[in-house]
């Protein structure tokens, strides 16, 4: 019962591959070359075709990566885009730094993923775009989204920062809409070390756009065709993501191990759970696992003093944040994202986390004394 469990221990990766990370980082710096070589077009590749697409482009990190998408698509002032009310605040950033409209709308409560039959309701003359976040590593139901999309004429931008080897129906995040941001921040399923992010997509202007944008609207050297960023991820990341690219899988596979060992033994330690609903179509890769407690703060608590380390994904919602009061929402506004931001706790989730640490914690109680 004394087993101290930290939330996440990003450290444990760096060990299990250290060999692996050691000769990449290496390879880089005696290269000589540092941003835009090869490392990063090897990568793009190997992301592509790991999820089943036809391009990936390496940005900074995943806000940029959503924002580019929607700048790329003239996304701008006037226009709105469909957001989930339950998200990170990145999802709305990368709306409002475009100078576009974020639309919440609802989430399921079980899933917490966004609900596509609010969706209709949200679509004006204005919308020029679906933006469904995969939280916690679990896809939204991305047939209805799709095709409400369809009908409307609209884009559909997954957030897929959460959902590294998710899938849906067999199809893995990032090639289930018309293009999906990645993030690879050390937390995020795959993760570098720093920052770094992607698009993924099948449409290849798309792709020459986000390669002129990222790099000051250029593709060849002092001849620029728009007003581009400085978005780009460096040969050291790349090298980095290729190694742990190929234990994605397998680590996933350890979460979802995880994620079942929970699954099967919170409800007899903690029958007051409420925990993650898994929909016959979803292969959720895990990034968190987000249960949910009535009296969530107290369930925290007994955690911390038992070595459980846990955390609030996310606590305030994007809509009653300050950096939104321009936008004049108020409590009450988003009922089923404040519930859900009042009651939700993620619990320890790291692939180097075994399930014999797990049933010697206090998150195994009532399992034990059976
Ligand atoms: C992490 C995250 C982002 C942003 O990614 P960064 O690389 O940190 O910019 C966007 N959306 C969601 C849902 C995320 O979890």
Redesign the pocket.
Known sequence: MNCNIPFMDLKSAYVELKGELDAAYYRVLTSGWYIMGAELEAFEAEFAAYCGVRHCVGVA???EALTLVLRAWGVGPGDEVIVPSN??I??WLAVTHVGAIPVPVEPYEDTCNINPALIEASITKRTKAILP?HLYGQTAEMDPICGIACRHGLKVLE?A??AHGASYKGKLAGSLGDAAGF?F?PG?NLGAFG?G?AVTTNDPELAYKIRCLRNYGSREKYVNETTGFNSRLDELQAAFLRVKLRYLDDWNEKRRKLAAWYLKNLTVSFPELILPKVPAWAEPCWHLFAVRHADRDAFQAMLTRHGVGTLIHYPTPPHLQKAYAELKYSAGSFPVAEKLASQILSLPMWPQLTEDVLALSVLARSFKQK
């Open positions: 990190n995943g806000l998200t990170y990145a999802t976040v957030d920062a959460q993030s921040y995020k920052d992010g």
